[in-house]
């Protein structure tokens, strides 16, 4: 709309300054392309490039969401298996220490072959608190309660 006002001014402003020079062409001309680029962007091309511009910029919100919750989900994966190796390890090892260590059935009554099983048992059981009690006590909603608090102190 201005362009449509103000090139007729420039043109009559032209021709009753310097009649001989018609320099009305550059700023017709420069103002022009990007006006009929605008209208090319607004009317055609601008329509279907910004609705394609959206589904990226969407499709690569989704995909940094699936990429993030594939990661946290390999995350857990790593932990569990990581305590299920451990486990198992446990298990094959002292009984084999308990039987190894152990000359008959009677020798089996005292703590002694179990030395070794309770105080790794310690420390699988640290490992079992450490995969699996944080999952059920510190949830994705008890986080956002603790960033709210923090967020907004009481008084």
Not at 38 to 61: R, Y
Not at 79 to 91: A, D, M, R, T
């Amino acid at each position: 709309m201005a362009y449509c006002i103000v090139i007729p001014i420039l043109v009559i402003f032209n021709f009753a300054t310097k009649p001989q020079v018609h320099w009305f062409w550059w700023p017709m001309f420069g103002w022009g392309i990007g006006v009929a680029l605008h209208a090319l962007q607004t009317f055609s091309i601008g329509k279907n490039w910004e609705v394609k511009k959206i589904q990226a910029i969407l499709k690569n919100q989704m995909e940094l969401k699936e990429k993030l919750a594939y990661e946290k989900a390999k995350e857990r994966v790593t932990q569990l298996k990581g305590f299920y190796i451990h486990l198992l390890v446990y298990i094959l090892v002292n009984t084999f220490i308990i039987f190894y260590t152990s000359e008959d059935l009677n020798s089996l009554k005292g703590i002694g072959p179990y030395y070794t099983a309770i105080f790794w048992g310690i420390g699988l059981a640290v490992h079992a608190i450490r995969v699996f009690v944080p999952k059920m006590i510190f949830t994705k909603e008890w986080e956002e309660k603790k960033i709210k608090e923090i967020l907004n102190p009481k008084p």
